[in-house]
C-alpha cells in the first residue's frame, strides 16, 4: 500500500519567483507561498500563518516564471518533501504538480 502524500495551499507570492536549470537539462522554479488565514480548532478560532518554498520542475516551469509576480494569488496542489540547505538544515517544501491563479 503506498502512503498518501497530497497538500494543497493557497497564498501570495512573497518573493520573485527564479527559474534555474538542473546539469541534466530540467527546468525548476522556486518561490515562496505566504498563507494566512483563521482556521477552527477545537470549537475556537486560530490564526493560521506558513512561509513554504515552493518548487516547480519540468517543462511547465519556464512558461510560470514569466507569470508569476511578488503579490500574485496562487494555489499549489503538489506533495511534500524535505530538503536540505547549504548548511544541513533541513526544510519542508512543496513540490507543485498544479498551480492555478486565484
Same mark, same amino acid.
Given at each position: #500500500?503506498?502512503? %498518501?502524500?497530497? @497538500?494543497?495551499?493557497?497564498? %501570495?507570492?512573497?518573493?520573485?519567483?527564479?527559474?534555474? +536549470?538542473?546539469?541534466?537539462?530540467?527546468? !525548476?522554479?522556486? @518561490?515562496?507561498?505566504? !498563507? +494566512? %488565514?483563521? &482556521? !477552527?480548532?477545537?470549537?475556537? &478560532?486560530?490564526? %493560521?500563518?506558513?512561509?513554504? &518554498?515552493?518548487? #516547480?520542475?519540468?517543462?511547465?516551469?519556464?512558461?510560470?516564471?514569466?507569470?508569476? /509576480?511578488?503579490? #500574485?494569488?496562487? &494555489?499549489?496542489?503538489?506533495?511534500?518533501?524535505?530538503?536540505?540547505?547549504? /548548511?544541513?538544515?533541513?526544510?519542508?517544501?512543496? !513540490?507543485?504538480?498544479?498551480?492555478?491563479?486565484?
Amino acid at each position: #500500500m503506498e502512503l %498518501s502524500n497530497q @497538500f494543497v495551499l493557497g497564498g %501570495s507570492i512573497c518573493f520573485p519567483p527564479k527559474l534555474t +536549470r538542473s546539469p541534466a537539462g530540467v527546468s !525548476h522554479l522556486r @518561490f515562496a507561498l505566504e !498563507h +494566512r %488565514s483563521l &482556521q !477552527h480548532e477545537a470549537g475556537l &478560532q486560530r490564526r %493560521s500563518y506558513v512561509r513554504i &518554498q515552493v518548487v #516547480m520542475s519540468g517543462d511547465d516551469a519556464p512558461q510560470w516564471a514569466n507569470e508569476l /509576480n511578488v503579490g #500574485m494569488q496562487v &494555489q499549489v496542489s503538489g506533495f511534500l518533501n524535505r530538503i536540505e540547505d547549504k /548548511n544541513g538544515v533541513a526544510k519542508l517544501v512543496i !513540490h507543485a504538480q498544479q498551480l492555478v491563479k486565484i
